[in-house]
C-alpha cells in the first residue's frame, strides 16, 4: 500500500530538499532513480498561473461548500510554523501548513507538507484530498506530461474515498475520469455521491453533462433542471451552462 500512498519522503539528489517518493522531485522535476536524466518541465507560463488560480478559487469554494471549510490558513503560516517546531510530527500541523501553503499558490511545497502529515497518520484523508487538490491544479494546460499529475490526483483521491468516502471527493474523482474519456465510470461515481450528499448541487450538474456526452439525452436533461432545481448556486456561469445544455438537446428533438 505504501507505494500507492506516496507517504514517503526520499531526498533529491539534484536539489537536497525532501521529496515524496514519486518517480521525479515535485520540486525541481528532477527524475529521482536518474538525476542526470532531463527534468520534468515545472515553470508556468502566464496562461497557467491564470489557469492555476481559477482552479484555486474553485476548490476554495468547493470545499466551503462540502466541508463548511472557511478558515483563511495562509494567516496563520507564521503561527504554524512556529507550531512545527515544537511539534514537527503532529500530521494537523503539517496538514494545515499544507492548506496555507496552497491558498499561498505553492502547490509544490503544499505536496511535501501534505506528504508529511501523511507520513505521521497515513489515515488522515483531507491530506490525501487536498494533495490530490494540488496536483489537479498543475495538470498543465498546454499539452505536456497531464497524465502524470491526472494519475497523482486520482490515486490520491482513490484512497481519501477508501478512507473517507464524500460529495466533494467523488465529484473530483468523476470529474477527471470523465475528462480522460471514462464517462460511465464517472456517471456511476456521481451516484455515490447523490447516495451520500443527496443536496450537493454540482453532482447533478456533473452527471448530467456526462450523459449529455454520452447522448442519454433524457437523463441529461432530468440531472440539470435538479441542478436547476436548487434554490443556490455559486457559480451563475454553471446556470448558464445547464440552461444551454438543456436548450440544445430540447432543439435537437425539434
Ligand atoms: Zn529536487
Known sequence: MADVRYNQLVVC????QETPNYEDCVL?????QDPDAPPRELEADDLQTMMMDAKLQE????????????WDHADWMAELLKLAEIAPDHPKVQLY??????????????????TRALIADPELADAYRRRADCQYILVPVLGGDTQAYYDRALADYEVALSLDPDAYTYNAHAAIIGSLGEWQDAIREYGQAIDLAPDYPE???NRGYAHKVLGNKDAAIADLERYLGFEDHWNQEMVAQAQAHIKEMQEADL
Not at 59 to 70: G, H, M, N
Request: with cysteine; proline share 2%.
Open 13 to 16: 539528489a539534484h536539489c537536497g
Open 203 to 205: 453532482t447533478f450538474f
Open 28 to 32: 525541481c522535476g528532477t527524475p529521482l
Open 97 to 114: 501548513i499544507g492548506a496555507a501553503q496552497i491558498e499561498g499558490e505553492q502547490y509544490r511545497d503544499a505536496v511535501v507538507s501534505l
Open 59 to 70: 476548490i476554495k469554494t468547493k470545499r466551503e461548500l462540502a466541508y463548511a471549510d472557511t
